[in-house]
């Protein structure tokens, strides 16, 4: 289980802080990646409250 809280939080700290130089990202890719990050989110929620 902690192998996949790690995984997780990884997502989500990628998502926060995109590598330097990345290109522009256009309004629909923003949007996903907002959806991304809530699923993940959501995920280590519940998978916190399991272990």
């Known amino acids: 289980m902690k192998i996949r809280i790690r995984v997780a939080e990884k997502a989500l700290y990628d998502i926060d ?7 522009a990202k256009s309004i629909e ?3 996903e990646t907002m959806k991304e990050r809530a699923f ?6 519940k998978l916190k409250g399991i272990s």
């Open 17 to 23: 802080h995109p590598l330097p130089g990345s290109p």
């Open 29 to 31: 890719v923003q949007q």
């Open 40 to 45: 993940y989110v959501a995920f280590l929620e």
